[in-house]
């Protein structure tokens, strides 16, 4: 439905502010754009500069966060920091603490919570106008790539992912660690998704996995690639079709694979041919059947599932 051009390095995150009809892609150019669709069309209306590479964005609005990548210069490093914006206000903070790159940020009631190289699990809390450092939650041993939390009585729950394939499930209410699932996951674990009561990872090694609320595997899906070897997954999400709904696998062949929910049949393939000519890094639902998909060639697509 359209190609969205502008970024000059990497689209490393997507996230999607409904109410204000906007999409926000965050790239390792160091800015952070916003779009909108209030006219039908997409046009960028803003860019943002973050400071650094932007390895992750979340929008709860009013609030914008990014998550920025460490880097080196002049022979010193600087450690990536979670910038704040109030979108309202226009004020702006530094969140400051963590060591090395942050890759992913979440949201739970007053609470944000980010994490990455450094393996722990910030947590920051709104209180007085600004986001002050409240805890850290510790016991993963490998940096934390995914994050995603679930307000809905009774789970009410932060998940963490780190590369190695240790999910931890921790309380939002108490930070209390609930339990740890070893995924099993034989390459970089990269993606988890939320979906009714199960939880969906994804890695490198090609295998896309769902698990039941007491971390229980109850499906192993493997994407191959046109050689019928295992595609390395790189990012996941459900979005509806209609009365159904679809998986999309992004994978490491620079394709979209596309699963019908909860069968796993094949429901289509978006090669490079017709879409991006390089790997996926991210994905967002966007308004109605449509999605959009970040890429390593700086650009973004909006696609739409046309009914009949």
Not at 82 to 90: A, E, F, I, T
Not at 118 to 133: C, I, L, P, S
Not at 137 to 162: C, E
């Given at each position: ?7 000059t ?39 943002v ?7 992750c ?38 969140l400051e ?27 920051w ?15 993963h ?42 995924t ?29 609320t ?5 499906f192993?899906?493997v ?10 997954v ?7 079709e ?17 699963w019908m ?12 041919r ?9 994905l ?6 449509s999605?959009?998909?970040?890429s390593?060639d700086?650009?973004i ?8």
């Amino acid at each position: 439905m359209g190609k969205l051009t502008g970024h000059t390095d990497t689209v490393t995150s997507l996230d999607v502010c409904d109410e204000r009809k906007q999409l926000f892609s965050a790239s390792t150019d160091g800015s952070i754009k916003v779009w909108s669709w209030e006219n039908g069309n997409f046009t960028c209306v803003n860019t943002v500069q973050a400071g650094g590479p932007v390895e992750c964005v979340l929008v709860f609005a009013p609030f914008l966060f990014a998550g920025t990548a460490a880097v080196t210069a002049n022979g010193a490093q600087r450690h990536g920091v979670v910038r704040v914006w109030n979108m309202d206000s226009g004020t702006e903070q530094s969140l400051e603490g963590h060591t090395g790159s942050i890759y992913c940020l979440a949201q739970g009631g007053v609470y944000l919570f980010s994490g990455g190289d450094d393996k722990g699990v910030k947590t920051w809390q709104y209180a007085n106008e600004r986001f002050e450092a409240l805890t850290e939650l510790q016991g993963h041993q490998q940096p934390v790539q995914s994050m995603l939390t679930i307000n809905a009585d009774p789970t009410r729950s932060l998940f963490s992912a780190d590369r190695g394939g240790t999910v931890a499930k921790w309380c939002l209410d108490s930070g209390a660690l609930q339990a740890t699932m070893a995924t099993n996951h034989t390459s970089h674990l990269m993606a988890l998704w939320n979906q009714d009561t199960f939880l969906f990872s994804a890695a490198l090694d090609g295998h896309v996995k769902v698990w039941d609320t007491e971390g229980n595997q109850v499906f192993d899906q493997v994407v191959t690639n046109q050689n019928n070897q295992p595609s390395g997954v790189t990012a996941i999400m459900v979005v509806p079709e209609g009365d159904s709904s679809v998986l999309i696998t992004a994978c490491d062949d620079k394709a979209l694979k596309l699963w019908m929910m909860p069968t796993f049949d094949k429901r289509g393939i978006l090669a490079s041919r017709v879409g991006h000519s390089d790997v996926v890094r991210c994905l967002a639902k966007g308004p109605g059947n449509s999605f959009f998909s970040g890429s390593m060639d700086n650009s973004i697509m909006v696609w739409e599932f046309m009914s009949g």
